[in-house]
């Protein structure tokens, strides 16, 4: 078949246009596209970084491009210390779970993998869909990811706390849809405080919880990990500050929750005895029972000085774990006496190997190898009570 000069300059036009059209920025109007249902946006006032869209803070939300900030008047752009998409970033000015001022990108209804990468900040956490999706990201250009179901056909994500009197900032923004379904892969989620949280960068921080460590004792080809604990947390602020509405929003049948806490409920400025604790345990317990998870409580490990005259390490009495192995045998979930399996581990290799599983100078906080051997013992245990998929 022959076409005329006039047909092969259209039939041209139009091959051009679409290889071109996905490419253009933000700045052309048109949505820059990695591939099928991956979404890449570079935040800030500085050059747009190849395959990213730009987003500046006064870019609002509209239909027709698909993306944008719902308050553009609550958002600023800044500074950042980084590289490429990490050398600037918009900050919100208002913010907190529930807030309005969101960036919102329209999505087709499916799950999606999402990476953030922060601009400048001393300690942030991500919101979504009204709920914590990552808690207390710290450091600048710190980056993470998080696995999100979007049931109403738009993503609605912000910055906000994770500690007030900070700029809350993003630089960059990945989005890749991973499933049509609208539910979450399977996952374990972890509750506790700053010996089990994580600490940025992930991969190399000095500083490590044993949640954050985890994922290298699993079989992730089965479970993901969401590690929602967080520094200085007691039962209360983890029940009622958000953490446990964001597990409660998603966990589902064949999830895991493992809960430990106790050490901050023992300070005394948290104004917590130990009925209330274990009663606002106890409440946590139920309500992720009634969600149909598997629900695992642990006690926390003791300090690196907790050796008698006889080098052996205990901590048996210490952060109310009377009242958890209790707890645990009252409503029938698995414990894991993490103490004891730490104590016996630190006996075994003394107290000057001990020592060195923790920050210089603190005998309470793990450093990355400590948090490492703690992971290592909490997956152990739960493979040894038969819990499937460890």
Request: hydrophobic share 35%; charged share 15%.
């Amino acid at each position: 078949m022959k076409w005329s000069k006039s047909v092969r300059y259209l039939l041209c036009l139009t091959l051009f246009t679409s290889l071109i059209g996905g490419a253009l920025t933000a700045n052309g109007g048109q949505l820059a596209q990695a591939a099928a249902n991956e979404y890449k946006f570079d935040f800030g006032a500085g050059a747009v970084e190849n395959g990213y869209t730009g987003v500046s803070a006064t870019e609002a939300y509209t239909s027709a491009k698909g993306y944008g900030f719902n308050t553009p008047a609550n958002m600023r752009n800044v500074w950042a210390s980084g590289t490429g998409v990490a050398s600037d970033a918009v900050q919100f000015v208002t913010f907190g779970t529930k807030s309005t001022n969101t960036f919102n990108v329209d999505l087709s209804n499916g799950l999606y993998e999402v990476k953030v990468v922060l601009g400048n900040t001393a300690r942030s956490s991500v919101a979504a869909e009204g709920v914590y999706q990552i808690i207390n990201m710290t450091g600048n250009g710190a980056n993470d990811q998080f696995q999100i179901p979007v049931t109403d056909g738009q993503l609605n994500l912000l910055v906000t706390e994770g500690k007030e009197g900070t700029a809350f900032t993003l630089s960059a923004l990945e989005i890749r849809k991973i499933s049509n379904q609208t539910v979450t892969n399977r996952t374990i989620y972890i509750g506790g405080d700053s010996t089990v949280c994580n600490y940025y960068p992930l991969s190399s921080s000095v500083q490590g919880g044993w949640g954050q460590l985890f994922p290298s004792y699993v079989n992730t080809s089965t479970f993901q990990v969401r590690n929602m604990a967080s520094s200085g947390q007691f039962a209360r602020g983890f029940r009622d500050d958000g953490q446990m509405e964001a597990i409660l929003k998603y966990i589902k049948p064949g999830d895991y929750f493992i809960l430990q806490l106790g050490i901050n409920d023992t300070n005394a400025k948290n104004n917590t005895t130990e009925a209330e604790f274990k009663e606002i345990m106890r409440d946590m317990v139920r309500q992720a029972k009634n969600k149909g998870a598997n629900v695992v409580l642990s006690t926390p490990q003791g300090r690196a000085t907790d050796f008698n005259s006889a080098n052996v390490h205990t901590a048996e009495n210490r952060w109310y774990n009377a009242s958890t192995r209790a707890l645990a045998q009252e409503e029938g979930v698995t414990l894991v006496e993490l103490n004891k399996l730490s104590s016996a581990y630190f006996t075994s290799i003394g107290p000057a190997a001990t020592l060195a599983l923790y920050m210089t100078g603190d005998t309470l906080h793990p450093n990355r190898e400590g948090a490492a051997q703690l992971a290592r013992i909490v997956a152990a245990d739960l493979r040894r009570q038969g819990l499937n998929g460890f």
